[in-house]
């Protein structure tokens, strides 16, 4: 029997949940001064672009915006429109990069929607490609990532 070890979801698993730990990440993380250590993509005026540390496929970007939201209606319309332009930049970007059939991009908005940090809302844009799920998901629980995040960061620099 093989043995398919996904040893990035060790500390997702173990992080603390509770709030206090979860609310400040999105707002602390752009105080990075090594974006390839925070995963950052793309810094705008009021969003940013990072990889998703614990991604769904290679190139999993989510698009934040700096000042903690729970709900789009609690942005100023200059920020919802910078969030907007962020998420269509990393669409494109990840079209170029990897060229892929399709995408999934959208909110969880709200802990009842599977929100990991419901006050900080944030755009998951996923690269989807024909037959890219297998048994791993459904049975096992598990994903397949053909692609460590450290080479998925610096493929993406190639295109920004």
């Avoid at 400040?24 to 105080?31: G, W």
Wanted: one cysteine or more; charged letters at 25%; glycine letters at 4%.
């Amino acid at each position: 029997m093989d043995i398919l070890h996904s040893y990035w979801r060790m500390e997702y698993i173990k992080a603390p949940k509770d709030e206090e730990n979860w609310e400040s990440f999105f707002a602390t993380l752009p105080d990075s001064k090594n974006d390839r250590e925070a995963l950052i993509i793309l810094r705008e005026e009021y969003s940013y672009l990072l990889l998703n540390k614990f991604p769904y496929s290679p190139g999993h970007l989510l698009a934040v915006p700096y000042r903690e939201a729970a709900d789009l209606t609690q942005l100023e319309a200059m920020e919802r429109n910078d969030l907007m332009e962020t998420i269509t930049k990393g669409k494109d970007l990840l079209q170029r990069a990897f060229n892929p059939d399709g995408f999934n991009i959208g909110f969880n908005l709200g802990s009842a929607s599977g929100a990991g940090i419901p006050k900080h809302l944030h755009c998951h844009i996923v690269p989807r490609w024909s037959n890219d799920i297998n048994f791993m998901p459904v049975i096992g629980q598990t994903r397949v990532l053909p692609q460590a995040l450290d080479e998925t960061w610096e493929h993406l620099q190639d295109f920004c």
